[in-house]
């Protein structure tokens, strides 16, 4: 639980924040608390947007939802913005990583590509063809 001054801090943050979540006709489900549970981890404060007219429920019981669902804390309700603060947990984001295989698919070594200049290629093509180098541009001096 944060007290009054840390959350007065923590709205004061997110003024300048800009809703990077959108909550609407589905509501909450299993994809959205995922992808703002990762957002979270990142961040640590979001500004949810709830789209008034389609949403299921009003903003407030979504943002009492949603944060018992990610163990997050309730910054504010303003109409249809929602802002979320958690503490970002180094232990669980590590757990996070090794569960999903993070890392896997970049520890392969990626296969350097060099940039050849054009004399370069010409001469590769010459090596190849001996008559390439009758295409070779001529040069016009003055």
């Known amino acids: 639980m944060i007290t009054s001054k840390e959350r007065a801090s923590w709205r004061a943050k997110a003024n300048s924040l800009e809703p990077i979540i959108q909550l609407g006709k589905e509501g909450i489900s299993e994809n959205l608390i995922s992808q703002i549970d990762d957002t979270l981890d990142a961040r640590e404060l979001i500004k949810i947007r709830v789209h008034l007219e389609t949403a299921p429920k009003k903003p407030k019981e979504l943002a009492g939802e949603l944060a018992e669902a990610l163990q997050a804390e ?11 603060y958690r503490e970002a947990d180094e232990e669980r984001i590590a757990l996070k990583k090794k569960k999903r295989g993070a890392g896997t698919a970049k520890a392969v070594a990626k296969k350097k590509v060099k940039i050849k200049g054009k004399r370069q290629r010409q001469r590769e093509k010459e090596e190849k063809n001996p008559y390439a180098k009758y295409d070779r541009p001529k040069f016009r001096g003055r």
């Open 74 to 84: 309730v910054i504010q309700v303003i109409g249809g913005i929602i802002v979320l």
